[in-house]
């Protein structure tokens, strides 16, 4: 059965650092997704992407954040100078079109920042 | 603004008793509703979800959820509950993108 994966499983970087989280949507989705929950907390929408642009995005998403499919099976979601608030649990997602349609889940990415 | 409630943070129940876990939404529009279970450390696995027809929705692991419009509603119930089914569960909107609610926590006694 397709399924979306991500890497890294676990990032640890130093706060101001840049990170990329990695994400392999299934391969017929169109609408990408990446959502974040910090621990113990709620998950948050961050951004959806579709036909090579950003659809829809969250306050959270600001200037920091950018989102890319640099070919045809890659999503990534870059934080160009990491916070510490920024240490959560990042979830890729996809699926085939927006309204009426479950979004598939990747295992997702621990980020810590130190 | 759309959102989704989930008014118990933590359960506790014993094995072998039923179990519900409540969700209120807010939305305008026909809702598309889901629920979501996150085991420890682990992502986020579809239970069951809502579109359109029956309001009683069957999902996997032996869970049932049922919409109720008029109460804006989608409850999720288990008649015997499992140790393994100790984990967190959100219930979530979809307005495109997915709005969750806060989680609830669930325990389970031997």
């Known amino acids: 059965e397709p399924e979306v994966t991500q890497t890294p499983s676990h990032q640890v970087t130093q706060m101001g650092q840049e990170v990329i989280l990695r994400c392999v949507p299934i391969s017929n989705h169109l609408y990408f997704y990446w959502y974040r929950q910090i621990l113990g907390q709620k998950v948050e929408f961050l951004v959806s992407?579709?036909?090579?642009?950003?659809?829809?995005k969250s306050e959270i998403f600001d200037d920091q954040f950018s989102v890319e499919r640099p070919d045809g099976s890659n999503f990534t979601l870059k934080i160009r100078s990491t916070k510490l608030e920024d240490s959560a649990m990042y979830f890729c997602?996809?699926?085939?079109?927006?309204?009426?349609?479950?979004?598939?889940f990747g295992p997702g990415t621990r980020l810590t920042v130190l | 603004a759309q959102s989704v409630t989930q008014p118990d943070i933590h359960i506790t129940v014993s094995e072998g008793a039923s179990l519900e876990l409540r969700c209120n939404y807010s939305y305008g529009a026909t809702p598309y509703l889901f629920w979501y279970v996150q085991s420890p450390g682990q992502g986020l696995q579809l239970l069951l979800k809502?579109?359109?027809?029956d309001t009683l929705v069957q999902g996997i692991k032996g869970f049932e959820a049922e919409f109720k419009r008029s109460q804006s509603s989608f409850n999720l119930r288990k008649p015997s509950v499992h140790w393994s089914d100790a984990a967190e569960y959100f219930c979530?909107?979809?307005?495109?993108?997915?709005?969750w609610g806060l989680g609830t926590s669930l325990a389970v006694n031997p």
């Open positions: 979530a909107v979809s307005d495109r993108k997915l709005i």
């Open positions: 992407f579709y036909n090579n642009e950003i659809s829809e």
């Open positions: 809502y579109f359109s027809g």
């Open positions: 997602a996809s699926n085939q079109r927006p309204v009426g349609n479950e979004q598939f």
